[in-house]
């Protein structure tokens, strides 16, 4: 079967650095995606890794390692804002299109001032 | 539009009533996605659309459940006789090939 794995909720300060881990059990692997959702919002797209590494954008940086079945995104100098669900989906290989995106359940996360 | 429009954002349907859900996607986003999404949970796969045409709808989790795009852009999703186990946020998604999905708000369903 497929699996995802998250934190079911996470508390940080405003200013500081949260890491968000994400684990998977899947049958195939063709890139992961996180993507951010705010309460009564739609999911909007943060980052992309396909291969193993770093991938830094602003505040947010997003790690692989496929080895592992593992990533994480980290979110720096925390606003209030950043208060919101984060979602981690695997695309499955071989399946073009998105058609096959896993979705974990999101991690909610709470930033207190 | 420059996002994916859902509409309506609320809807309210009596057990056993038949609804309507629209979803517009970006113009020219080939790829159109149907994702079920109960509270505090991640977002479940229902059917695809390329086009107009339906090339994956076994997450349809019953044959109440019928989504057509007949030219291609709007599609929608029809639920036929709602039981209070629809009751979830139905979220609309489109992209061109395999780039990230742009989500819809989405459409709250309760079924009373």
């Known amino acids: 079967g497929q699996n995802i794995d998250q934190p079911t909720e996470m508390t940080a300060t405003e200013g500081a650095i949260v890491q968000i881990n994400c684990t998977y059990q899947?049958?195939?692997?063709?890139?992961l995606f996180w993507y951010q959702q705010h309460a009564g919002e739609a999911p909007t797209f943060l980052s992309y890794?396909?291969l193993d590494g770093l991938e830094e954008k602003g505040r947010f940086s997003s790690f692989l390692s496929r080895s592992k079945g593992y990533s994480y995104l980290l979110l720096k100098e925390l606003q209030m804002k950043d208060s919101a669900s984060y979602l981690c989906?695997?695309?499955?290989?071989?399946?073009?299109?998105?058609?096959?995106?896993?979705w974990g359940l999101g991690t909610s996360l709470a930033v207190n001032p | 539009g420059a996002g994916v429009s859902q509409s309506p954002r609320y809807k309210v349907a009596k057990r056993g009533q038949d609804v309507a859900l629209r979803c517009d996607p970006i113009?020219?986003?080939?790829?159109l996605f149907w994702y079920q999404q109960a509270l505090g949970q991640g977002p479940e796969f229902l059917t695809y659309?390329?086009?107009?045409?339906?090339?994956?709808k076994s997450g349809l989790p019953s044959d109440r459940f019928f989504a057509e795009r007949p030219e291609g852009s709007v599609s929608t999703l029809k639920i036929q006789r709602t039981q209070q186990e629809d009751s979830a946020v139905y979220l609309c998604?489109?992209?061109?090939?395999?780039?990230?999905?742009?989500f819809g708000n989405g459409t709250r369903l309760t079924v009373t």
């Open positions: 998604a489109s992209s061109t090939g395999e780039s990230p999905l742009h």
């Open positions: 113009s020219g986003h080939v790829s």
């Open positions: 659309f390329q086009n107009e045409a339906q090339l994956d």
């Open positions: 899947t049958s195939g692997f063709n890139g």
């Open positions: 890794n396909v």
């Open positions: 989906a695997v695309r499955l290989q071989g399946a073009g299109n998105n058609r096959k995106l896993i």
